[in-house]
């Protein structure tokens, strides 16, 4: 148990060598633990507070080292656990001669040993995903710190908000964010009441997603978000003063030796401050002016860090600790101490390779196969938020819901799931009245109109190619080509007066059947009609919410009456009918099974009656598929199946247009895992046959 009343660090113990550049030798200057969380607990610790560590550590000499610095700094170290087989992540720091100021310092971070020259893969690394976070082990928190941005570490924030903990993201540098959709990283602010952040990440963010540094600290945090300018200073925002932005000004130091750690330490004094003034333990009774104060004087406290080397350089231990790199080689050049290394040893400085492995390690990792359904499932959302991105290609779509008149909206197979879904944002957010139709459909019947919208994520449809020369031939005013592709192939055939919106390839994914690439063009269209900020918003409930674990439960559910008739009855409608067809679409296609697909508000007219009445139909499940709550027609539906067969809800948690979005998110898992608990891969569909292939390659012109 975590004693009472503690500010608690999460993540990863780091061991960090520093060596000193001048312009003839590298000079190793020393090493001490590391890692951003933990250097924040031990300034805390050297201030008189409580702390405590959770995290991990390599079962390795500098694990070791790390977690022993931190008790003898007095951090709590029982929830530290050393990973079996895994080792600690090791920082090199190449720091240059100080100069008079910090804007002339030049230094750099690596992971690459700058003794034998070698480097660690990811996977050989010990990581908090190997532990479990239980919030239950922990008593009275007053404050929860993270300084990394993972689902698992937002979703512990959130139970740790909930017992009334402060809890606190160090978000770091830009670096590692690239990967991460700028969407779901702000979405997932809100689990924080305090971010500290680097202005160049909030920059980052701010140019990622077309929003301004304030719009984001709206979207984000609970109550606070530091946003550090280096020497200039910190910005302040704050909701308890939501309209002005405090801008402090930074240290008045005269020399700066090295600014790592300057940020933690920083931090460190600013949480220390806060809980200070904070009487419950939670920051609803600080005032700004408060903020203000303690803001002021961590920021006033930095100069004795500044003027030391390293993360710790400042804290000084009572007792010596033990280091994994003899104390006596501290100021030796790196040859000297490559003569000092026993080749048949391994190095001191990293625990991997001798010194006569003079060459990275750049072995690759075993291939994990090819790429499948439950691939493209799991990375589903973060390809789809990526999309998100697409400034450029947004403003162009806001362009286009502003015009005026009528429209068709052509695609085929998932693309015609994207076609119905922009029809009812056209529809409902735009000036077009907007019908989808299919690409042989309207070569047929298709007159002129307005625009033409075709959808095809290759760029290269031979079906979306005849729609076009058609829309050509009836001298359509405007074709619009919605694709996946950076330069796709069909842009040849546009006028000059056309528009070409394109993914840029965000949503690349393999297999027959796709999923981002018909859930993004979609999330594209919605984040022109409603905004960024509030996709913000929808990626985080998306995230976090209860829909998701529902998933596995309604496939499991559906299985067994499945296999049994082979069929599933769908019932929905409105803003539901894209994921309809979607889900019908992955079925059929897929060869997981049938879908009935029922109009709810048609079974009045007694089409399906035999659902009811028919004795050999009583095993067919149903699933009710319903945007936000469901209406008192849906719920009397469903009362007149219930306790005849299975029935099963799928119900979103918002409404309107980010309801029929979320709602096709879902059935993309829900396709996923139906299909891998029948023994069959979606994306890689086995039992098509050679005919129908030939059918869907077939490209002699459909006129």
Not at 50 to 55: D, E
Not at 204 to 218: A, D, Q
Not at 227 to 250: E, F, H, W
Not at 351 to 379: C, E, F, I, Q, W
């Amino acid at each position: 148990m975590i004693y009472s009343g503690s500010i608690v660090g999460c993540g990863e113990l780091i061991y960090d060598h520093v060596f000193i550049a001048s312009p003839r030798s590298l000079t190793y200057y020393g090493s001490r633990g590391g890692g951003s969380v933990f250097n924040l607990l031990a300034n805390i610790a050297v201030l008189g507070g409580k702390a405590s560590a959770v995290g991990v550590a390599g079962s390795d000499t500098f694990g070791d080292a790390a977690r022993d610095e931190l008790q003898t700094l007095g951090v709590k170290t029982d929830h530290v656990v050393s990973i079996p087989r895994r080792r600690t992540r090791i920082i090199f720091e190449n720091l240059a001669e100080g100069g008079e100021d910090e804007r002339e310092q030049r230094y750099s971070f690596g992971t690459t040993c700058l003794v034998c020259n070698s480097k660690p893969s990811e996977r050989q690394l010990a990581s908090l995903e190997y532990i479990e976070f239980d919030p239950r082990d922990v008593s009275r928190v007053r404050f929860l710190c993270f300084d990394k941005l993972t689902r698992a570490r937002t979703n512990a924030a959130l139970d740790f908000v909930e017992q009334g903990v402060t809890t606190v993201l160090d978000l770091g540098r830009v670096g590692h964010l690239r990967y991460v959709p700028a969407t779901e990283i702000v979405g997932a602010l809100s689990a924080f009441q305090v971010v500290f952040l680097p202005t160049g990440v909030a920059e980052s963010l701010s140019r990622r997603l077309g929003m301004s540094i304030g719009e984001i600290f709206r979207a984000g945090p609970r109550r606070l978000m530091l946003v550090s300018q280096g020497p200039s200073g910190i910005s302040v925002y704050d909701k308890m003063n939501p309209k002005t932005v405090a801008t402090l000004r930074g240290t008045n130091c005269e020399h700066v030796i090295d600014n790592a750690g300057a940020g933690d330490t920083f931090l460190a004094r600013a949480i220390w401050g806060l809980a200070q003034v904070s009487k419950r333990g939670d920051l609803s009774d600080v005032s700004h002016d408060r903020v203000i104060e303690v803001t002021l004087e961590a920021i006033a406290s930095l100069g004795r860090k500044l003027r030391s080397y390293g993360a710790r350089g400042h804290i000084a231990p009572e007792v010596a600790i033990p280091s994994p790199v003899p104390r006596a080689w501290r100021g030796l050049n790196l040859q000297e101490l490559r003569s000092l290394v026993n080749r048949d040893d391994a190095c001191p400085f990293c625990g991997s390779a001798t010194v006569s492995n003079l060459k990275p390690d750049l072995a690759r990792p075993k291939s994990r196969g090819k790429l499948g359904a439950k691939a493209n499932a799991s990375l589903l959302f973060g390809r789809v938020m990526h999309v998100l991105e697409r400034k450029e290609a947004i403003e162009e779509c806001r362009r286009l819901l502003k015009a005026k008149g009528t429209s068709y909206a052509i695609g085929t197979g998932g693309s015609f799931t994207v076609a119905a879904f922009l029809a009812n944002v056209l529809n409902t957010h735009g000036g077009l009245f907007t019908q989808a139709i299919r690409p042989f459909d309207y070569i047929r019947s298709g007159r002129q109109t307005d625009y033409i919208f075709a959808i095809t994520y290759s760029g290269s449809t031979e079906d979306c190619a005849e729609a076009i020369s058609h829309a050509r031939d009836v001298n359509a005013r405007h074709v619009v080509l919605v694709t996946g592709a950076a330069e796709p192939k069909l842009r040849t055939m546009l006028r000059e007066r056309d528009t070409v919106i394109s993914l840029g390839r965000e949503t690349r994914e393999r297999g027959f059947i796709s999923m981002a690439a018909t859930v993004a063009p979609c999330a594209l269209w919605t984040a022109a009609a409603i905004g960024i900020p509030e996709m913000v918003r929808f990626a985080a409930r998306v995230e976090r919410g209860a829909v998701r674990s529902r998933i596995s439960e309604i496939a499991a559910n559906l299985i067994a009456p499945m296999e049994t008739c082979g069929r599933i009855a769908v019932f929905g409608g409105g803003l539901a009918w894209p994921a309809m067809i979607d889900l019908e679409s992955k079925f059929v296609e897929g060869g997981v099974g049938t879908l009935q697909l029922h109009e709810v508000k048609d079974f009045s007219h007694g089409r399906f009656i035999s659902l009811s009445n028919e004795p050999q139909d009583k095993k067919t499940p149903i699933l009710m598929l319903s945007i936000g709550k469901q209406t008192p027609y849906e719920e009397y539906l469903a009362s007149k199946f219930e306790g005849q067969r299975r029935v099963e809800y799928l119900s979103t948690e918002a409404d309107g247009l980010l309801g029929s979005l979320e709602l096709l998110i879902w059935v993309q898992y829900l396709a996923q895992e139906i299909g891998a608990a029948l023994g069959r891969d979606i994306s890689r569909p086995s039992n098509i046959p050679s005919s129908g292939l030939s059918l869907y390659r077939w490209n002699k012109g459909l006129k």
